[in-house]
């Protein structure tokens, strides 16, 4: 593939007609999540905040090239299908057991059939007792060298374009979005060579995961007061 071919699939996406379908989806995607009642409710909203992008032209070249190692080839004739995640939504809530929620719902939009998944929902992570919880709720679980964590979805209009137009929904908790902040600053698009700052991110992932797991506890603890309360107050 040569530089003139990749040149060509950069400005196909730039393309104003493929940039206004990105754009399309990427605010359908985002809209379902900001809109929807009980993930958002006013006393207290599961979804804390969400992050959208399309995908810098840049990091798509890079990509391409990357993918060229690994024998595959990026037309405009198969960009979309091939690089799922040109739009990137990101869902972020405050602790763990709010997760099944935000899973459910998003299951849910796919089986009413606004939605069609494109590979199965995956959920990265290297804690034992989390990969218990995702495995239960039906999701593979997969575990990275860096212990990047986060739960991944791919989707796409629910229609029978062979080249069609994809958004990956990551959700993780907020403590899991600072570690991913830091990690991507550093190992993206290309890794670090710097074994401090491998292990620095290993012990970092640890201490997030205490973090979230002190979230749970605290939240869990406080909806004991109040049932508590409320007993009393019968």
Request: aromatic share 8%; with cysteine; hydrophobic share 35%.
């Amino acid at each position: 593939m040569s530089t003139k071919d990749i040149e060509s699939v950069i400005a196909f996406y730039n393309n104003a007609d493929n940039q206004a379908r990105l754009k399309s989806f990427q605010s359908a995607v985002l809209a379902f999540f900001t809109n929807h009642y009980e993930l958002n409710k006013v006393s207290f909203p599961i979804i804390h905040s969400v992050k959208t992008r399309l995908k810098d032209p840049e990091h798509l070249k890079d990509k391409i090239i990357r993918k060229l190692g690994e024998d595959k080839i990026i037309t405009t004739e198969n960009l979309f299908k091939e690089v799922t995640d040109l739009i990137g939504v990101r869902i972020l809530h405050l602790h763990q057991e709010q997760f099944s929620t935000i899973h459910e719902s998003i299951l849910n939009h796919i089986n009413q059939g606004d939605w069609a998944l494109v590979e199965d929902p995956k959920a990265y992570t290297w804690d034992p007792e989390y990969k218990l919880l995702y495995e239960n709720l039906g999701i593979k679980t997969e575990q990275k060298e860096t212990y990047y964590t986060s739960v991944h979805y791919v989707v796409k209009p629910n229609n029978t374009n062979p080249n069609p137009i994809c958004c990956e929904i990551q959700v993780r908790t907020l403590f899991e979005e600072i570690w991913g902040e830091i990690d991507h600053t550093i190992n993206y698009p290309h890794p670090t060579e710097s074994i401090a700052c491998k292990e620095q991110l290993r012990v970092l992932a640890k201490l997030v995961s205490t973090g979230t797991r002190l979230a749970d506890s605290i939240f869990r603890s406080n909806k004991e007061h109040i049932e508590k309360q409320s007993q009393l107050e019968k």
